[in-house]
């Protein structure tokens, strides 16, 4: 998916927009990013209904994506489609956000 508006000011609001490869724009939230060997990824939160959330936990549902330049030397966001990275990631996330609740339970 290629970045709308990611160099701007959206770092402010957290927001951000991706385009699919059809030229369809979804609105995501990001919710943390981290580095993770030669990478950068972000866990993104979509702010649109997921076509097959039928899930009652669907609020919690975040898409990882990895921040690449692509061949015209343009920012995007990409897919991962290693499953072994993308379990890796997850769990690195997911400990990133149990961080982040105990310190909010600690203040």
């Known amino acids: 998916m290629s970045k709308q508006d990611f160099d701007n000011d959206m770092y402010e609001s957290n927001l951000i927009s991706l385009l699919d490869d059809e030229g ?6 990001i919710i943390e990013e981290l ?18 959330d039928e899930d009652e936990d669907s609020e919690n549902v975040y898409m990882i994506f990895e921040d ?15 499953e072994v990275l993308l379990d890796t990631l997850a769990e ?3 400990e990133k956000f149990d961080e982040a609740l105990e310190d909010e339970d600690d203040e």
Not at 37 to 51: E, I, Q, R, S, V
Not at 68 to 82: K, T
Request: charged share 35%.
């Open 24 to 29: 369809n724009e979804y609105e995501f939230e």
């Open 92 to 94: 690195l996330f997911e």
């Open 35 to 52: 580095d993770y060997n030669d990478g950068h990824y972000y866990a993104l939160m979509p702010l649109f209904d997921m076509p097959d």
């Open 68 to 82: 690449i330049i692509d061949e015209n030397g343009e920012p995007q966001l990409a897919e991962i489609d290693d």
